[in-house]
């Protein structure tokens, strides 16, 4: 068994996109086509508005934000919410005071269980 620390002061700073206050822990990849990481956003954080690469999930652990989609305006989105980005999809992620989340990237990722 390996027991590994997600604390912010091991994760990696973020500013791609004009992100501020975004850091990342790597957890895996699997096969080059699946990634996993642990996203910490500090308060009056941004993740900046970009196209999702693949398909992508964005499951709130701790904490509180905001995302948007596109053209359309900011959603609430809190702890135990699912939050699916289709490949391609311009989207924006902030938090006013803080958030955690874990983020799953995969061409092959589907929403299908999601109710």
Do not use: C
Request: glycine share 6%; charged share 20%.
């Amino acid at each position: 068994m390996k027991i590994f620390d997600l604390d912010k002061t091991n994760a990696i700073k973020v500013d791609n996109y004009n992100s501020l206050g975004f850091y990342i822990n790597r957890i895996t990849s699997i096969d080059s086509k699946v990634m996993i990481n642990f996203a910490h956003l500090e308060p009056n954080g941004i993740i900046g508005s970009h196209k999702a690469s693949v398909n992508q999930m964005l499951i709130v652990v701790s904490g509180a934000g905001w995302v948007k989609s596109d053209n359309n305006p900011f959603i609430p989105i809190t702890k135990n919410q699912v939050i699916f980005f289709n490949a391609g999809e311009l989207h924006e992620t902030k938090s006013d005071n803080g958030m955690t989340a874990l983020i799953i990237e995969s061409p092959d990722l589907k929403d299908d269980f999601l109710v």
